[in-house]
């Protein structure tokens, strides 16, 4: 294993000491086991028995001295540079457990964000809500991350309802929206509200279903994309009242979804189907839905497309998912899943820990499972208000996730 190289050693100083060319954190200072010599979270795995010492604190200088020169670098007057940076920190923050680095500059990293959201591109606009969303993943929930959300909330909300900003951006700050949300906040209040502005992005889609030929994808149908999966992932930790009322919104507009010719559009409302079933059984044994047959008919025509239009590899994953949804819907059956991190072992068994499994995995990366570790004992992904613990049936508790 190499020696770590020594701090500062290939940062060039400007006029004032400022570091002006910082090596960009790569994929491969991503990993884990590349990057186990240049932090105090070591992996033992990695060291041979007899490989050289690593000094760790020297290790963990050098890595936080590279981070510092990234968030400065994120106020640089190149958007290029500033974009690079945001991406650089994104790579070491899904890559790491970063606590009390992150907690100690979580303003300045705010701020930061905040000002490349509102002023800057759609690539650094994108690469700048990538970093919020980790930011609260490195942070998980508390007072601190509350402020956080606060203030990058209604800068997200703004960039979403914008009709002028790009269609990435805006995707990029729904996923964002959701996440910080579902980790951070405490406010029934504001989770409504947050709700409230994904369903108004995600629910034009129903408008289009008026066309005969069924519902055409258009430019805006990865943003309608996001903004739903967003918006799932807010009513796993709802009050049993407030999910009870979606439920009646939406079960019946969102199968007019399973037409369009968007296949990330239909996979989204098959397993938002599939979630929305699982928590009205929760909320009612007998549950009754009027359409079932027609539904279950559309879900098994997709479970079992030939249409020679579709590319195979399309048409083999609309299978797969859909033979799941078709299960759940019709059998009330979900194919139990095992996650193994270090000697844990997570069991998703129900579509709420999968939607929850699947949007982290998304954000995260490889770095998922150096993550899963950390987050077995943190709030992140806990029912953190006194409404959620008392209306929601624990077995659908997000707690119950791990």
Same mark, same amino acid.
């Given at each position: 294993?190499?020696?770590?190289?020594? %701090?500062?050693?290939? /940062?060039?100083?400007?006029?004032?000491?400022?570091?002006?060319?910082?090596?960009?954190?790569?994929?491969?200072? #991503?990993?884990?086991?590349?990057?186990?010599?240049?932090?105090?979270? &070591?992996?033992?795995?990695?060291?041979?028995?007899?490989?050289?010492?690593?000094?760790?604190?020297?290790?963990?200088?050098?890595?936080?001295?590279?981070?510092?020169?990234?968030?400065?670098?994120?106020?640089?007057?190149?958007?290029?540079?500033?974009?690079?940076?945001?991406?650089?920190?994104?790579?070491?923050?899904?890559?790491?457990?970063?606590? !009390?680095?992150?907690? !100690?500059? %979580?303003?300045?990293?705010?701020?930061?964000?905040?000002? =490349?959201?509102?002023?800057?591109?759609?690539?650094?606009?994108?690469?700048?809500?990538?970093? +919020?969303?980790?930011?609260?993943?490195?942070?998980?929930?508390?007072?601190? &991350?509350?402020?956080?959300?606060?203030?990058?909330?209604?800068?997200?909300?703004?960039?979403?309802?914008?009709?002028?900003?790009?269609?990435? +951006?805006?995707? +990029?700050?729904?996923?964002?929206?959701?996440?910080?949300?579902?980790?951070?906040?405490?406010?029934?209040?504001?989770?409504?509200?947050?709700?409230? =502005? @994904?369903?108004?992005?995600?629910?034009?889609?129903?408008?289009?279903?008026?066309?005969?030929?069924?519902?055409?994808?258009?430019?805006?149908?990865?943003? /309608?994309?996001?903004?739903?999966?967003?918006?799932?992932?807010?009513?796993?930790?709802?009050?049993?009242?407030?999910?009870?009322?979606?439920?009646?919104?939406? @079960?019946?507009?969102?199968?007019?979804?399973?037409?369009?010719?968007?296949?990330?559009?239909?996979?989204?409302?098959?397993?938002?189907?599939?979630?929305?079933?699982?928590? #009205?059984?929760?909320?009612?044994?007998?549950?009754?839905?009027?359409?079932?047959?027609?539904?279950? !008919?559309?879900?098994?025509?997709?479970?079992?497309?030939?249409?020679?239009?579709?590319?195979?590899?399309?048409?083999?994953?609309?299978?797969?998912?859909?033979?799941?949804?078709?299960? +759940?819907?019709?059998?009330?059956?979900?194919?139990?899943?095992?996650?193994?991190?270090?000697?844990?072992?997570?069991?998703?068994?129900?579509?709420?820990?999968?939607?929850?499994?699947?949007?982290?995995?998304?954000?995260?990366?490889?770095?998922?499972?150096? /993550?899963?570790?950390?987050?077995?004992? &943190?709030?992140?992904?806990? #029912? %953190?208000?006194?409404? %959620?613990?008392?209306?929601?049936?624990?077995?659908?508790?997000?707690?119950?996730?791990?």
């Amino acid at each position: 294993m190499p020696k770590p190289k020594k %701090r500062g050693s290939n /940062h060039q100083r400007g006029a004032g000491g400022q570091p002006r060319s910082v090596q960009p954190f790569s994929d491969e200072d #991503a990993s884990i086991e590349t990057m186990s010599h240049c932090s105090g979270f &070591s992996d033992p795995a990695s060291f041979t028995e007899d490989g050289p010492e690593i000094d760790e604190e020297a290790t963990q200088e050098d890595l936080e001295y590279k981070l510092k020169g990234f968030i400065d670098l994120t106020l640089d007057k190149s958007a290029k540079t500033r974009q690079a940076a945001l991406e650089s920190l994104k790579n070491a923050f899904s890559s790491k457990i970063l606590y !009390e680095f992150v907690m !100690e500059r %979580r303003m300045t990293l705010t701020d930061s964000i905040e000002r =490349c959201i509102k002023k800057g591109k759609s690539d650094e606009q994108c690469a700048a809500a990538g970093l +919020a969303c980790l930011l609260c993943v490195q942070m998980g929930s508390g007072i601190e &991350s509350e402020e956080i959300f606060k203030t990058l909330g209604p800068v997200l909300k703004k960039i979403v309802c914008d009709g002028t900003a790009s269609i990435q +951006a805006r995707q +990029a700050c729904a996923t964002c929206l959701g996440i910080c949300c579902f980790i951070v906040t405490d406010d029934i209040t504001e989770l409504y509200s947050t709700m409230e =502005c @994904l369903e108004n992005i995600f629910t034009k889609a129903y408008q289009r279903d008026r066309d005969t030929n069924g519902v055409s994808s258009t430019h805006n149908t990865v943003l /309608h994309i996001s903004a739903l999966l967003a918006w799932t992932l807010l009513l796993t930790i709802c009050p049993m009242n407030e999910v009870k009322k979606k439920i009646e919104t939406h @079960l019946h507009k969102l199968p007019s979804l399973l037409s369009c010719d968007d296949l990330n559009m239909r996979i989204a409302a098959g397993e938002t189907l599939a979630l929305l079933f699982e928590l #009205a059984r929760e909320t009612d044994a007998d549950f009754f839905y009027e359409d079932m047959e027609l539904l279950t !008919e559309k879900l098994r025509a997709l479970a079992t497309d030939g249409n020679k239009h579709r590319a195979k590899v399309d048409k083999r994953k609309q299978r797969s998912v859909f033979r799941d949804v078709l299960r +759940a819907v019709e059998e009330r059956d979900f194919p139990t899943e095992m996650v193994k991190f270090g000697p844990e072992r997570m069991y998703i068994d129900c579509w709420v820990k999968k939607q929850t499994y699947d949007t982290f995995k998304d954000i995260l990366g490889s770095g998922m499972q150096y /993550h899963l570790q950390h987050l077995y004992n &943190s709030a992140a992904f806990k #029912a %953190r208000t006194k409404a %959620r613990s008392k209306c929601r049936d624990k077995r659908a508790d997000v707690g119950e996730f791990f």
